[in-house]
C-alpha cells in the first residue's frame, strides 16, 4: 500500500501513531518481488497488524508452510477488491491464530464498510458493516429515496458532518456536483443491505468492478476463475 493514499497515510500510519503503535515501511511490490520477502520482513519486525490486498495474498498463498517464519502476526486487514474464498481458506487454515477483516472504501471516503470480526460474526457474500460515524445506505438514484432492505441500488453516504469525507475534486466542481444525490455522497458502486445490516457490494455502476485497486471486470468472473485447479 503507498504512503501517499489514504489507506497508507490515513488509515494505517495515522491509525497506528494514535495507538502508540510503530509502522514498518519497505519498498516492497510483490508483484515484482518474491512473497516470501513479506514474510521474512514480517518475521524480522514483529508485524501484529498488516493491510495488504487480494491480489498480493494470493501470491503469498504460493509460499510453503508459512508458520515456519515464527510471525507475531494477529491481524491481515485486505481491501481493494473483494477477498475470494480461497484467501480465506488459506489464511484459517494456514496462519496460525491470524484473523482476516475486509473493508472497502475509496480515497473520497475510507472505510465506509468494515468487517471487524471483534464487533459482529464474519460472513463470506457481505463485505461488511458501516462503522460508528458514517451513515450509509442504498439510495434510487432516480427519485434520491432509500431503497429497501434486499434491494440493489447504489452505495451512497450521508455527507452532513463527516470529516471522512473529501471536500471537492479541485478545479473541477461539474465532476463534484455529479458525485452527489442531495445530501447523499454517490461511490459510484452498487449493492444491496440485508435485514441484518451487513452490505453487499457487486461492483461499479458502470459494469466494471475493482481487481487489485483498480477497475478491471466483473468480480464474479475472478471469483469463479480462482476456484478451478
Not at 471487524?116 to 438514484?141: F, M, S
Request: charged share 20%.
Amino acid at each position: 500500500v503507498s504512503w501517499a493514499s489514504t489507506t497508507g497515510l490515513l488509515n494505517i500510519i495515522f491509525g497506528m501513531w494514535h495507538y502508540g503503535g510503530s509502522v514498518v515501511g519497505y519498498p516492497i511490490n510483490l508483484n515484482e518481488h518474491e512473497p516470501e520477502t513479506a514474510f521474512e520482513l514480517m518475521a524480522e519486525f514483529g508485524v501484529t497488524h498488516i493491510f495488504i490486498v487480494p491480489s498480493a495474498l494470493r501470491r503469498m498463498i504460493r509460499v510453503q508452510d508459512p508458520n515456519k517464519y515464527q510471525l507475531s502476526l494477529s491481524v491481515i486487514i485486505s481491501g481493494g477488491e473483494r477477498l475470494t474464498p480461497e484467501i480465506i481458506d488459506w489464511v484459517e487454515n494456514s496462519l496460525n491464530g491470524v484473523t482476516i477483516n475486509e473493508v472497502y472504501g475509496m480515497t473520497e471516503a475510507s472505510m465506509l464498510l468494515v468487517d471487524c470480526q471483534t464487533w459482529y460474526e464474519k460472513r463470506v457474500q457481505p463485505v461488511g458493516k458501516a462503522p460508528p460515524g458514517h451513515n450509509l445506505a442504498i439510495i434510487d438514484t432516480e427519485t434520491g429515496e432509500e431503497r429497501p432492505r434486499g434491494k440493489t441500488g447504489a452505495i451512497a453516504l450521508h455527507g452532513e458532518n463527516n470529516p471522512a469525507l473529501f471536500s471537492e475534486y479541485v478545479g473541477m466542481p461539474e465532476k463534484t456536483a455529479e458525485r452527489w444525490l442531495g445530501d447523499w455522497f454517490l461511490t459510484g458502486d452498487l449493492g444491496k443491505q440485508d435485514e441484518d445490516d451487513y452490505f453487499h457490494v457487486f461492483g461499479r455502476d458502470d459494469d466494471v468492478v475493482i481487481s487489485s485497486g483498480y477497475a478491471l471486470a466483473p468480480e464474479e468472473i475472478e471469483g469463479a476463475i480462482a476456484q478451478h485447479k
